[in-house]
């Protein structure tokens, strides 16, 4: 169940909200394509820089060879022609190439060793050099040279003779060995800037086409995306209870069927909603405003009946109407969190209202009514009108309420509990004038659970009254002997738990044949009614009277010793010698005899206890009546005996 607070909330209508920093569907989808285009432009960017970063350096490192190639080929031409002095004219003719920032031969030590040193600088080889001569492997590496990226390629000069000119012609030196390291210096300048401008290009025509294609999706989306935005808006106020949203698509395509289904759906929820709210809120009497959260309000008045169900199977098995009010007492604590209240029962014959319960609490007066209503029920405007006092809505209205107590410019709602037509009792609630809203908007369900406490109270109470009459004395209203064979366990638990005691006063009047001969069954009867308002006078309000049987009565006297048993005795005796029973044209004496047994004393059982005091009883007749006699153990000969 929600918690009480809860409960007044229902009342108020909550639209539902959109979040505005959330994104519609339709900025999702936008940012879903321009997120799309510009990874497939990054991806296509990082893509072409790596390939054309490769494809200039495959060219550049391509013309390193060609240019090595025509350097050797060159210089074994030139060897054979004897033309290898000039070779510096060649060289200078090489720095002249495009790109070719420097071009350099350095001689293996197989060479100098054959033709010498050679020109300046051939037979100066740097660590690379030494390396590629020493390997027979190419060097390549990118390098900044004068301010510009270049390819710095050593590439080894090696003997074949399978090449023409044959170089071996010349050199002796064996097949395959490297005469040499051709260095050349190229700048690729030029070609990372093609490469650049092919990529730029190749983005471009990437983005334009990304772009393009995504405004057409989006734009081919776009019926799908608003159809969906509305459903959402739609489902998200049915959430909140509201059934009034629609979908708008003029279409005769499957998202035109879609719209047309999902408001068939909620026209037919709302119609549904509605109808069940309002047989619901009916079985409550609760008016739901129309701008009330239909689904919560409903659901919240389900739980309150489900609520009130158990509550209603739990109180028609409680044992009696005293347990019924103290579980309503809980409900209204627990379930509504009312700190004050009180539970009158009405007694319809005395026109009396007792409280039963104060605050959740047993109770014997009243905490905020003037005490006349208690002894004239009809001075409580609810008792008297069957109608609900509300001084929420009429401050002041009923004259019997008298204080507020602690708390500040109260407020009160007596509500009265309708029992076969007539007001069986009152239920009265108290809240400070802040809370008074809260409680007024309560009522409804309040009212429910009083509703099904009810028929439940009456049909207990009516219950409680046949038992009450089975178990008393119509003629003299004592209690009889089948409520003493239900009292006596009671009895003897509360005595030996409390380690006290109690005395059995067997009491019979003399010779009553005699006046029921005499006087008729008439006198009889009036002396017996007489007979046990005299004992009720003279015995305690905690003692117990109760009509055994005929003339013979018994009385419990708790909490006495002996002794003060064997004087109440005697005191008893002693007013009925003394009273003038009233009959029919006259007055009549009689005289009583009293036995006496104490438990536990006497006997540890309860009816041992009784027997005693019978056979004490019969010892007083036996010995000339008008007598108390204390039962004694030789007063015992055997069972059954006297």
Not at 247 to 258: C, F, P, W, Y
Not at 401 to 409: E, N, Y
Request: proline letters at 3%.
């Amino acid at each position: 169940m929600r918690r009480p607070e809860d409960k007044l909330a229902i009342r108020i209508h909550n639209k539902p909200e959109g979040d505005p920093s959330s994104m519609t569907l339709t900025h999702k989808t936008t940012l879903f394509f321009l997120l799309l285009a510009l990874l497939v432009a990054a991806a296509l960017t990082t893509i072409s820089i790596f390939s054309f970063q490769h494809m200039y350096l495959s060219t550049a490192k391509g013309q390193a060879r060609t240019a090595a190639e025509i350097v050797r080929v060159h210089l074994t031409e030139a060897m054979v022609n004897g033309t290898i002095d000039k070779r510096e004219q060649f060289f200078d003719r090489l720095n002249d190439v495009q790109d070719l920032m420097s071009v350099r031969v350095s001689r293996a030590p197989a060479v100098v060793e054959q033709y010498g040193p050679g020109l300046l600088g051939e037979n100066q080889i740097n660590e690379i050099e030494k390396k590629v001569i020493t390997s027979g492997t190419t060097h390549f590496e990118v390098i900044e040279h004068k301010g510009q990226t270049a390819l710095f390629a050593s590439i080894p000069y090696i003997a074949e003779i399978s090449r023409t000119p044959n170089c071996l012609t010349c050199h002796n030196v064996p097949a395959g060995s490297v005469l040499g390291a051709i260095t050349l210096t190229i700048s690729l300048e030029e070609q990372r800037r093609q490469a650049l401008f092919t990529i730029g290009f190749v983005i471009f025509l990437v983005s334009v086409f990304a772009l393009g294609a995504g405004g057409y999706a989006l734009r081919t989306a776009k019926p799908l995306i608003s159809i969906a935005d509305q459903l959402q808006k739609t489902v998200e106020k049915a959430q909140h209870g509201d059934f009034s949203g629609r979908i708008k698509a003029n279409r005769q395509d499957e998202l035109g069927k879609i719209a047309a289904d999902v408001n068939h759906l909620m026209v037919h929820l709302h119609n549904t909603m509605m109808a069940i709210s309002n047989k619901v809120a009916g079985l409550i009497r609760y008016n739901m405003p129309r701008s009330d959260n239909i689904l919560d309000t409903t659901t919240e008045i389900v739980d309150s009946l489900a609520d009130v169900s158990i509550f209603k199977q739990s109180i028609e098995e409680d044992e009696s109407t005293t347990i019924v009010y103290v579980r309503l007492a809980r409900v209204l604590r627990k379930e509504f969190l009312l700190d004050h209240f009180v539970i009158y029962e009405v007694d319809v014959a005395k026109n009396h209202m007792n409280p039963v319960v104060i605050e959740g609490q047993d109770a014997q007066h009243s905490e905020w009514c003037d005490p006349q209503i208690l002894i004239r029920a009809d001075s409580c405007r609810a008792k008297r009108t069957g109608h609900a006092v509300d001084s929420v809505e009429q401050h002041n209205i009923c004259p019997m309420f008298r204080t507020c107590h602690d708390l500040k410019h109260c407020r009160h709602v007596c509500i009265p509990i309708i029992q076969s037509g007539s007001v069986g009792g009152v239920v009265q609630l108290i809240t400070d004038h802040i809370q008074a809203p809260l409680l007024h908007n309560m009522l409804p369900f309040i009212q429910v659970y009083l509703r099904e406490a009810a028929p439940v109270l009456e049909s207990k109470r009516l219950m409680e009254t046949l038992r009450e009459t089975t178990l008393r004395d119509p003629m003299t209203g004592l209690h009889n002997r089948r409520f003493l064979q239900e009292y006596a366990d009671n009895l003897t638990s509360y005595t030996d738990r409390n380690k006290s005691a109690f005395s059995v006063l067997m009491a019979d009047l003399d010779f009553f044949k005699q006046v029921n001969d005499t006087h008729g069954h008439e006198a009889g009867d009036a002396t017996i009614k007489q007979l046990a308002t005299l004992f009720m006078q003279t015995v305690r309000q905690s003692d117990l009277v109760i009509r055994y049987g005929g003339e013979e009565f018994l009385i419990l006297l708790r909490d006495l010793t002996p002794e003060a048993a064997m004087e109440t005795g005697e005191k008893i005796r002693q007013a009925v010698e003394n009273t003038k029973f009233q009959i029919a044209g006259g007055s009549i004496s009689k005289t009583l005899s009293i036995g006496i047994a104490n438990y536990p004393s006497d006997s540890a059982t309860f009816w041992q206890t009784v027997k005693y005091a019978d056979v004490a009883l019969y010892k007083a007749k036996e010995t000339g009546r008008n007598r108390v006699i204390q039962f004694a153990p030789e007063m015992w000969e055997g069972e059954g005996a006297y």
